[in-house]
């Protein structure tokens, strides 16, 4: 009983597309990630090095990942929204 | 002091009385379940998105995060990273299909296209796990807060906390749990940033005195000579009555016991080529009676273990004071080779009949706190390296299967909200981890660190800039304690009472009974996890956060991503990949070197050595899943029969609610 979704969407023509781009930037994101990690256990000096203004790599890379993380996911919210619209004046056309 | 616990009662009054206002004025659009689960689908995506960030950014987040950075440097950081990463996750792969799928809860997403009882009954006991498990260090966060702040006892103030969040929580649901979030949220941000304005501004000091209100201490160190293994300090005042050797991972570190006048303190032996010197520490002896002796005399509220960190050489320079200092320049001013930290360990042991703590400072060049090594020994053995690369894996998959995260994509009215909320989670959440880099390096400086509980770092760290920051801050903490709470009590409750009483066991008959039971639900779980908190007093944080992530990420991951992505998966094999997930994870955490210690037992002795689960339990979750949907019938509905059973749903009761709009 009481079986259905919160709100009641219609098909999402866009389904195909966002799901594709989110894997492709998962996978970009996911790479500069593990790249990361590998950094940290098979060279930990080099996280030492200074990069620039007397940062070093791990401050810099830690920042990164984190402010990258923000870029793709506003440019993943302005694909998925402009690939939806495009389908709804479709639709409506 | 009395001054600022006036203050701080203020306004942690005030702060707890606006979230009782808010949640008994939403109280009214928790009359369906619709309403009481999802908010009734109606919140508007940048409040929602700021609500995640009050979600997330709990206690261990805002509390454990800076206090781990203000002891172990760059390490601290790695959870904030790791935990922001794992929002990609979420993003780019859960959100949206998630949310397509599901109506109120993780089970809903989980079995919207097998409708089978075991997948329901699984996949609301891994809800329970998680939220509970999550929900222990968060109480006991409580506890640890209220102690310093309003000087009661630790289990009033887990008490407290859970009869105002079972308040909130039973009064009006998702909606108001919502808000409270998108205050605390706000709040939390706002005043982490004035805090990192206000460090930037004092610059870093070799002996920081928290704006004059507390003069810096500075530990003595005496010269000695040792004969025959006898030491004699060179000064006559200080005699030698006593010494203990502690065994610490592979070396051997000396402290002796010294008498000066009538005190006896315990001094840390250092010996080179140079000579030998003795280094004043601080230390907290437990006699047999339960007397407590700090730095060798009573305990009282005059005499209590002062707060430590400060930096003895700054870019090379002794004695100096920065002054103002843009924030770049902070971190490479710390940063720098030629900058010594003193950082603080502790060593515990029993002489005689006395349990002894003792406290003692390590100088370390600047450059090391600022990347990894303090904690997580990435240049270690290859089992530290794999517990390091294991706990980054669990960060990264854990936050898109924490339950109480996944039921907010609920209560937005569509798809595109519910992915621009989390675009505006992820700009909050990341602002605010790369704000904790500087919190916790600042309390590292500033002589803000509590040798006995690191968890009130940023709060103390605020208290060295004034009455008013140190009081807003904490009530923060406070509700920051109290808005993670409700949403996992809402996300618990709703696994009891929609899940296991309405979907799997077909108990309740209207809109109105499943209200009243996620209430009641809501109440068993909030006694539970004030009697836990209570019990599991003392314990670390950061160990039971672990725990919560490593569980999540094993038990439910997996099932998510396949389930989405691999039309072949079975629900048995999802049932198994669950049960398999559960029982790795706990069981490795719970025969880790951590939990022997939790035991009273050597470390060492643990049958596994790992500390963080993840890099075999997901793994292993993930293989379960794979192989036994390849063993089992096909039972998942297609995509077509999926849309064509929305587009026709069954009869509902009389008494459904109309979703709203798309």
Not at chain 2, 327 to 350: E, H
């Amino acid at each position: 009983m009481l079986h259905e979704p919160a709100a009641v969407s219609g098909i999402d023509e866009a389904a195909g597309y966002k799901k594709r781009l989110g894997l492709k930037m998962l996978l970009v994101y996911g790479v500069i990630y593990i790249i990361f990690i590998v950094i940290n256990v098979a060279w930990p000096k080099v996280m030492g090095t200074i990069v620039v203004g007397g940062l070093n790599l791990a401050i810099i890379y830690g920042f990164a990942l984190i402010i990258i993380a923000f870029v793709l996911a506003v440019v993943y919210n302005w694909a998925c929204t402009r690939h939806e619209k495009y389908f709804e004046r479709e639709k409506k056309a | 002091m009395g001054e600022v616990k006036t203050l701080a009662i203020v306004i942690f009054v005030v702060i707890v009385a606006l979230v009782l206002f808010v949640s008994f004025f939403t109280a009214r659009k928790a009359r369906s379940a619709h309403g009481y689960y999802a908010a009734g689908g109606r919140i508007h995506w940048g409040v929602n998105g700021i609500a995640f960030a009050g979600d997330y950014l709990s206690a261990a987040s805002f509390l454990g995060i800076c206090g781990m950075i203000a002891v172990s440097g760059y390490d601290g950081f790695l959870y904030s990273i790791g935990y922001l990463a794992g929002w990609v996750v979420a993003l780019f792969v859960v959100a949206e299909p998630l949310r397509r799928l599901g109506r109120y809860t993780f089970t809903d997403g989980l079995d919207a296209k097998f409708n089978k009882r075991s997948v329901k009954l699984m996949a609301a006991i891994a809800t329970l796990v998680v939220s509970i498990f999550y929900l222990i260090p968060q109480m006991v966060g409580a506890g640890v807060l209220i102690e310093p702040l309003l000087g009661f006892p630790h289990w009033v103030g887990v008490v407290l906390v859970g009869a105002i969040v079972i308040t909130i929580v039973a009064t009006a649901g998702m909606t108001s749990t919502t808000y409270v979030q998108f205050i605390k949220g706000s709040l939390l941000i706002v005043f982490a940033l004035v805090i990192v304005i206000a460090l930037t501004v004092r610059g870093l000091s070799t002996e920081p005195d928290q704006g004059g209100r507390v003069p810096f201490y500075n530990y003595k160190t005496i010269t000695a000579t040792q004969t025959d293994g006898a030491i004699t300090p060179n000064d006559p005042a200080y005699q030698v009555v006593g010494q203990h050797d502690v065994k610490v991972k592979d070396k051997t570190l000396t402290f002796v016991k010294i008498k000066s006048g009538d005190i006896t303190t315990w001094w840390k032996l250092d010996s080179d080529s140079a000579g030998v010197t003795l280094h004043e520490t601080q230390q907290l002896v437990t006699q047999e009676d339960g007397t407590k002796l700090v730095n060798g005399a009573p305990e009282s509220a005059d005499n209590k273990l002062r707060l430590v960190g400060n930096v003895s050489s700054i870019a090379g320079e002794m004695d100096t004071t920065t002054g103002p200092v843009n924030p770049f320049k902070f971190l490479s001013l710390i940063g720098d080779p030629d900058t010594t930290i003193n950082l603080w360990k502790t060593v515990k042991f029993t002489e005689g009949t006395d349990n002894v703590s003792v406290f003692y400072s390590v100088p370390v060049a600047g450059d090391t706190v600022v990347k990894p090594g303090q904690q997580f020994k990435v240049a270690g053995s290859w089992v530290d390296r794999v517990d390091f690369v294991s706990l980054m894996i669990a960060l990264f998959l854990g936050t898109a299967a924490l339950p109480h995260i996944l039921i907010r994509y609920y209560t937005v009215p569509s798809q595109r909200a519910a992915r621009k909320s989390t675009v505006v989670a992820i700009a909050a959440i990341g602002f605010f981890y790369i704000l904790t880099l500087f919190l916790g390096l600042g309390a590292m400086t500033s002589s803000t660190v509590n040798v006995l509980d690191n968890n009130m770092s940023a709060p103390l760290l605020a208290e060295s800039f004034g009455t008013f920051l140190f009081a807003m801050i904490s009530a923060i903490a406070f509700a920051t304690v109290l808005g993670t709470v409700s949403g996992l009590i809402i996300a618990a409750s709703g696994a009891v009472a929609h899940d296991l009483m309405d979907r799997f066991g077909g108990l309740i008959k209207n809109e109105r009974q499943k209200v009243l039971a996620g209430r009641v639900a809501a109440f068993v779980v909030g006694a539970i996890a004030i009697l836990l908190g209570i019990a599991f007093q003392g314990v670390n944080v950061s160990f039971l956060v672990g725990l919560a992530f490593a569980v999540a990420a094993s038990a439910n991951l997996p099932c998510i991503i396949m389930m989405l992505f691999w039309k072949r998966t079975t629900s048995k094999g999802m049932v198994a990949s669950m049960i398999v997930g559960i029982v790795s994870s706990v069981g490795i955490i719970l025969f880790s070197p951590t939990a022997w210690e939790l035991y009273g037992l050597v470390a060492t002795d643990a049958p596994i050595q790992m500390k963080n689960p993840g890099i075999i339990s997901i793994p292993l979750s993930f293989v379960v899943i794979y192989v036994v949907s390849k063993l089992t019938k096909p039972d998942m509905m297609s995509d077509q029969a999926f849309a064509d059973s929305r587009a026709n749903p069954a009869p509902q009761p009389a008494v459904a609610e109309a979703a709203p709009a798309e």
